[in-house]
């Protein structure tokens, strides 16, 4: 599935990946191929990215969107913390 992340200033990231975690609103949750269509407040937390070659990559996060359609996620946040 791709992954595109943006914030307000610029991409944070765009590529294939085999799961993306994020703090949702109600609690924390994973999306992998083929997950059900989803829009989804964040909150402040940590998002976990499996890549296509099985690197891990992770993004302390302000907040933000995340949408799932047809495989394509997109993470829009507010902001990241370095």
Partial sequence: MHLVILSPEKELFS???KSVKVPG???SFEMLE???PIVSSLE???VRIIKENNEKMTLQVEGGFV???NNEVSLLVTGVKA
């Fill in 34 to 36: 083929n997950h059900a």
């Fill in 25 to 27: 609103a109600s609690g």
């Fill in 44 to 46: 402040e937390g940590e």
């Fill in 15 to 17: 590529g294939t990946v």
């Fill in 67 to 69: 949408e799932i359609l």
